[in-house]
């Protein structure tokens, strides 16, 4: 389902080329791979960052949500350049007031919500189990939403 929520997330080939690299790919796999707990325990939050960042860019390709499309390349950075969780934390930390004004100026449509509350499933997510079912629930949610912009709305 990871991998299927990759592609879903970013079908622009441009978007695809630039975010789906090897450790966003991979993310998933290795953390099923990783051996001593503390290893698991970082792989499990790149994976984490990857489903966080197909969300992110999935409401970014809703319409109009530019925190979301800042947000992308700050979890993908984390994911792909960080060696400990302490590495991701440090990136994140960077870019908390990001974070703060998406959720501030969440005026999202209901499509948009639900992203955002599998967005926050996620970072909540405290087993492999629970991020799986995020990722199943976002493939399934995916075909739903409408990435048609009405400019008779706007």
């Given at each position: ?24 790919r ?33 409401v ?14 700050v ?80």
């Open positions: 389902m990871y991998t299927m929520l990759l592609h879903l997330a970013f079908p622009d080939p441009a978007d695809a080329a630039r975010f789906l690299t090897p450790p966003v991979q993310a998933e796999a290795a953390f099923r791979a990783a051996q001593p707990p503390a290893e698991q325990a970082f792989r499990f939050e790149q994976w984490r960052l990857g489903v966080g960042m197909s969300l992110l860019q999935l970014a390709n809703l319409g109009d949500q530019p925190e979301s499309r800042q947000l992308v390349p979890l993908h950075r984390a994911l792909s350049q960080s060696r400990s969780p302490q590495d991701i934390d440090r990136v994140m930390q960077r870019e908390a007031q990001l974070f703060d004004e998406l959720y501030h100026n969440l005026y999202v449509n209901e499509q948009g919500e639900q992203l955002f509350d599998l967005f926050a499933r996620t970072l909540d997510a405290d087993r492999p189990e629970l991020l799986a079912a995020v990722a199943a629930e976002a493939v399934a949610l995916v075909p739903q939403l409408n990435f048609e912009r009405d400019d008779e709305d706007e």
